[in-house]
């Protein structure tokens, strides 16, 4: 294999049922689209010839609302079988999808349920919803957790909880209090980005190894990606500077040259910044979450005849 990532997130699904603050997808807005497997499948098999991947995170919006879930978790698994996969979900449609706990049972400990609840008002829910999914003679253990420095519980002190269960399916629960700031601002009325100097705010990113991939192509991050596919359905303000950011950034393809996927890639492993990353805040506010399932009235572009 030529190229490996440690972690790599294959996002499929805009849709999600809470609209917590700053979601950093934007998924906290009426945010309409799934992705299917069938559409892509064909590219991400010729990128499974060249790249390896050490976690895959299966990701939204809520991933857990996609029709296609298990097609995805089927199909990654064959094309990187030695993958660990991480189903990210907020946890409230657990005990909503059929035959969900069978799908995951099937793959013995290489399938992990990762629930990043983000409402403190529902954390009891979220810790009742995931000890009812898992199996009898639940294990389970609370870790301090160095990584995820924003996720802070009722103490203030930095938690994680692992479950195990009696089939040794695992799964992990974050609750958090805040999100930081998303590249999407909303102020009087209008959708716009930051402009910030790109080095600070790549220093600040709290996703540098959140490498996207998504409609069969590899992104650097979340919001260089999705902030494309939320204009087509809502108007964003640009400036000129953000306009030609936002055009002129290439996501990586698999029929690349070589020389053009080094250079791409080893963006990604050296952890570099790149223009686009002046999108972003480069001092990002943290931001108390209070999500329910009410999505903002805003009106989407009107598509023309």
Same mark, same amino acid.
């Given at each position: ?10 996002? $499929? ?24 497997? *069938? ?17 895959? !995170?299966?990701?939204? !919006? ?11 978790? *089927? ?12 189903? =990210? ?31 403190? !008002? ?14 009898? *003679? ?30 040794? $399916? ?38 540098? @190894?959140?490498?996207?991939?998504? @409609? ?9 990606? =999705? ?38 890639? @080893?963006?990604? $492993? ?21 999500? *329910? ?13």
């Amino acid at each position: 294999m030529k190229y490996h990532l440690s972690y790599a997130e294959f996002y $499929i699904t805009h849709v999600c049922n809470l609209n917590c603050p700053d979601c950093n997808r934007f998924n906290n807005y009426a945010f309409k689209g799934h992705q299917r497997w *069938d559409d892509v499948k064909e590219a991400y098999s010729n990128w499974s010839k060249i790249l390896t991947i050490g976690t895959i !995170g299966i990701i939204g !919006g809520e991933p857990l609302l996609n029709p296609d879930l298990f097609k995805w978790l *089927d199909g990654l698994k064959i094309l990187w079988p030695k993958a660990n996969i991480l189903i =990210v979900t907020n946890g409230t449609r657990l005990n909503y999808v059929p035959n969900l706990y069978q799908e995951i049972l099937k793959y013995k400990g290489k399938v992990r349920l990762d629930v990043s609840h983000h409402d403190p !008002g529902t954390w009891v829910d979220a810790f009742k919803n995931l000890e009812l999914f898992l199996d009898k *003679d639940v294990k389970k253990e609370i870790q301090i957790n160095k990584v995820w420095n924003d996720c802070l519980t009722d103490d203030r002190s930095v938690k994680m909880f692992r479950y195990t269960d009696s089939n040794d $399916i695992q799964s992990r629960l974050i609750p958090s209090w805040h999100f930081k700031d998303s590249s999407l601002k909303y102020e009087n009325s209008e959708f716009s980005l930051h402009e910030s100097d790109p080095k600070e705010a790549f220093k600040n990113c709290i996703m540098q @190894d959140c490498h996207h991939m998504m @409609d069969g192509k590899l992104y650097k991050c979340a919001p260089i990606g =999705v902030i494309p596919k939320f204009m087509e359905q809502y108007h964003v303000t640009l400036t000129t500077n953000q306009k030609e950011l936002i055009d002129s950034y290439a996501p990586a393809e698999h029929n690349w040259s070589d020389e053009k996927l080094d250079k791409f890639m @080893d963006n990604l $492993i050296s952890k570099t910044h790149i223009p686009q990353c002046s999108l972003c805040s480069s001092n990002p506010e943290h931001k108390l979450i209070t999500a *329910d399932t009410k999505k903002p009235k805003i009106y989407p572009i009107k598509k023309q005849n």
